[in-house]
């Protein structure tokens, strides 16, 4: 930064700078600005034109069948393999050498693996799973750490067609089973563990006792990584390296119809009921693919990925695995914790592999400005070309820190929205058309409708806010929820009909640039992570010494949100104490997973309701934000909050 602009800068507001791209950045950008009037113009025919990147093995005779809202199919007709698109085209293509990801493991093992050994490894694991059993149509469990067979197991589903449901390695064995029942899975394949934080984390202990119930799954793949001690049941049980490793690295793909589903991804709802996404083939893959070019810029043929997240999740399928593959990326997998086994492990990675573009969560970002600008100044990352950020708003002070400290004023910051739900990008800056703006998700990205209407529906003025809604159908959208079509269309398409509806607040700023406000309903965004309040206060309720639970979700200045607990407990459990706070909080990591553990617990005697009987989760919010408690008049009994706001300044059961 000049000491002229710098000078400019320092006299506005985080919200009010402009970071436009340098005029060499703007001049190679894959996209110019004349790409959102196109787009515009026909959406249909700029989706229809840039799917022509996939390779289709059968065109599609309709780009989009809208003829039954809100289930939409796009390309239809068409076929093809998602594996095929993300791996032998490119072998085909003379590619084979270049790498696919460089793995580092938390510990320090590393493995560099290209595009034709990655074919070979999901082939046979293709060739595994079919010997298997496991046929078109299957469903199959995977629980796993952050490793390479990670990637290979989903690939090899998406292969054979198999449908994968990826479930996070830390959610608890509940968690797990839960999602193996609705999705009916036929298989799981896990490992033995992980390591996290330094330490081995055993992941096989969750899922023997997920089973224990569940005598239908008849077939666990476990990969060795950690070498701890697991339990076995012979008959089910079966080693990686004894099976896929030994088996034929010759399979032909089979072409699947463009609708045909790929994988189910469950989501925290405002039920206790975790929603199954089900997102499909052709059109998924071209969302992934289309944005992670265009909007990360990317130039396959010298840029080195990496995105910070947990294939766990929706940021990790899309943009560590589908999107990157399919446009013959090279990667970064890192296994492990940013603060292992020092502060600086994320920047030593970058210098090591030479990383030109770094996606992850404003958490993390956070966390880095606590521990300070001195960690990052320690190394170079003058490879550096873009950063992004995902899974929730990044405040204008993180922006900053961000830009300045790790892209050296010198590259771009994407901030970008989308959800589970979305599949790929939806509203993000283009690096080389906009100046961003700290803080702002800014707009649509070409190709996609997006609005902020008010409660009628009607679209805000500029400068003024509402919700965040779609209004036109995109390729890589959710085709349904699992098993469950009247959920989907009452969850997503009720509030204004025929329009999805992302249960998220914004604003449309001066400009008609938009700024995201959080969710409008029941669900937190803890660390870019959706949970929801119904389900953390179920798991609570169901330990015996509970009678009642309200949970909210409090500002917090490194996660975003923080779980806040509120119980009434038994008359047996007595009257509370901070082993009841740790029983209870443990139970909840049990229950859903530690990510969902309380900050705090506050036992009360009683909760604020309406003389209906509903519970006053606001008025929590404001005692757990330590701000004056609103309108009380519709309580049943005002005092109610004097007490709570006594209790939580005396007795906080805050986290150990």
Known sequence: MTETTE?????????????????????NANVKADIYAEAAKDRPA???????????????????DWSNPPFAKWFVGGQLNVAYNCLDRHVEAGLGDRVAYYFEGEPGDTRTITYQQLTDMVCQAANTLEELGVKTGDRVAIYMPMIPETIVAMLACARIGAPHTVVFGGFSADALGTRIDDCQAKIVITADGGYRRGAASALKPAVDEALSTRPEVTTVLVVKRTGQ???????????????????????????????????????????????GILHTSGGYLLGCSYTQWEVFDLKAETDVYWTAADIGWVTGHSYIVYGPLSNATTSVMYEGTPDTPHKGRWWEIIDKYKVTT?????????????????VPEKYSLDTLKLIGSVGEPINPEAYIWYRDNIGHDKAPVVDTWWQTETGSLMISPLPGVTAGKPGAAMTALPGIAADVVDAAGDSVPNGGGGYLVITEPWPSMLRTIWGDDARYKETYWSKFPGVYFAGDGAKKDEDGDIWLLGRVDDVMNISGHRL?????????????????????????????????????????????GEHIVKELRDHVAKQIGAIAKPRQIMVVTELPKTRSGKIMRRLLVDV?????????????????????????????????
Not at 267 to 272: H, I, L, Q, R, V
Not at 629 to 651: K, Q, W, Y
């Open 229 to 275: 001690d697991i339990g076995w049941t012979d008959g089910r049980d079966l080693w990686w390296h004894d099976t896929v490793e030994k088996a034929s690295a010759s399979h032909k793909p089979e072409a699947f119809d463009s609708e045909h589903p790929l994988y189910v991804m469950y989501t925290s709802g405002t039920t206790g009921k975790p929603k």
């Open 7 to 27: 000078a400019a800068l320092s006299n506005l507001s985080h919200e009010e700078r402009r970071f436009p791209p340098s005029e060499e950045f703007a001049a």
């Open 46 to 64: 700029f989706w229809a034109k840039q799917a022509e990147r996939l390779t289709w093995s059968k065109k599609w005779d309709q780009v989009l």
């Open 358 to 374: 770094l996606y992850c969560a404003p958490t993390t970002i956070r966390t880095f400005m606590k521990w300070g600008k001195e």
């Open 532 to 576: 929801s309040t119904t389900e953390i206060e179920s798991a609570l309720v169901s330990n015996p010494k509970v009678a009642e639970a309200a949970v909210v979700g409090a500002s917090d200045e490194t996660t975003g949100q923080a779980v806040v607990a509120f119980v009434i407990l038994r008359a047996e459990a007595g009257d509370g």
């Open 624 to 656: 757990a934000e330590n701000r004056p408690v609103g309108d009380v008049t519709t309580l049943a009994d005002s005092g109610v909050m004097d007490a709570i706001r006594t209790g939580m300044e005396t007795n906080s059961g805050a986290d150990d």
